[in-house]
């Protein structure tokens, strides 16, 4: 459809009068209006691109249809989703049109985002003619939705994070391991448990005094999360006990992991405010689940069998 019959609708002067960037395209893909606010936006002149099929020039690096261009091709939704996934949806307001967010490197020194709705431009039969689309930039408004969504992943992980040791804390514990035991059940994977302690720990507070006591928690935590597979997860469950919720583990490969770790930790050398340098251990005590566990059940059959470390002796892991 040509440029003239567009015009018809006095579109041209319209377009120039209004402060948000936008351009039109026929039937044929080619510009037919460049609004002055593009021209602005974009650094390109109507008198550069009207008559092209350039629409795509201010926005990526190599030819692709823009929004309008799918628009006056017929919406087709593969289309949509291959160039506009998870962006777009449909315009709540305008029949035929489509709307969409997309972050476009490309423009500026940064990139911008920017807001786009294309919609069909049709004629008296209702048989469309063309399709306009208009651009918004939202890049201080993204910005700032980021800067919100961080600090509240902040706050959740502070809300879930113990301070000293950098592990989960035991109100998130309760919460994975429920997870955690529903999944084991539904795939039928094995799932084990550790309840770990650090032996006598309270003797150490007293004879150290606190500071030493932190910094030996400090380096479990570490050491801990140094022996963790991606898909296990530890937690601070008390003062100086910790569990780890090992998935897709059968007990005796989970057993393997945490002598390990018990053994590493009896090698640190501790240094007091004195000097002295002392060694410390721990005990710990594994669990499988079975079908019929609650969260509760499995952790007291870890408590029972960490008890059972402690009274063979402690420094060692019973299941």
């Known amino acids: 459809m040509s440029k003239k019959k567009l015009d018809g609708i006095g579109i041209g002067n319209l377009l120039d009068n209004i402060p948000i960037p936008a351009f039109i395209i026929n039937t044929q893909h080619v510009i037919t209006h460049w609004n002055v606010s593009l021209e602005i936006a974009s650094g390109l002149s109507s008198r550069d691109v009207v008559g092209t099929r350039d629409q795509w020039r201010p926005f990526y ?105 950098q592990l989960y804390n035991a109100r998130h514990f309760y919460h994975e391991l429920e997870h955690e035991l529903e999944r084991s059940c539904r795939y039928k994977q094995p799932l084990s448990l550790c309840m770990l302690d650090l032996d006598f720990f309270k003797g150490v507070n007293d004879r150290f005094g606190h500071p030493f006591g932190d910094q030996v928690l400090r380096k479990l935590g570490f050491l801990i999360q140094s022996h963790l597979r991606c898909i296990d997860s530890a937690y601070r469950y008390g003062g100086e006990e910790f569990a780890i919720i090992m998935p897709q583990v059968e007990i005796y ?67």
């Not at 709540?92 to 807001?115: H, N």
């Not at 049709?122 to 408004?141: C, F, H, P």
């Not at 992991?257 to 005990?283: C, H, K, P, Y």
């Open 61 to 165: 690096k190599s030819k692709r249809p823009t929004m309008a261009d799918l628009i006056v091709a017929g919406v087709n939704i593969p289309e949509l989703d291959q160039f506009y996934a998870a962006k777009y949806h449909p315009s709540d307001v305008l029949q035929g049109a489509f709307m969409a967010e997309d972050f476009f490197p490309d423009i500026g020194k940064e990139g911008e985002w920017l807001s786009f709705t294309a919609s069909p431009i049709k004629d008296e039969n209702g048989i469309i003619i063309g399709a306009i689309e208009t651009l918004v930039v939202i890049t201080d408004r993204k910005k700032a939705e980021f800067e919100l969504t961080e600090r509240e992943q902040r706050y959740r992980e502070l809300s879930q994070v113990d301070d000293l040791t």
């Open 253 to 319: 490969e989970a057993f393997t992991a945490v002598e390990r770790l018990r053994l590493e930790l009896s090698e640190v050398d501790f240094r007091t405010g004195s000097g002295q340098v002392i060694n410390v251990s721990l005990s710990a005590g594994l669990v499988q689940a079975q079908a019929s566990d609650s969260k509760e059940s499995l952790v007291a059959k870890a408590d029972k069998a960490l008890y059972r470390a402690k009274g063979g002796g402690r420094n060692r892991t019973c299941f």
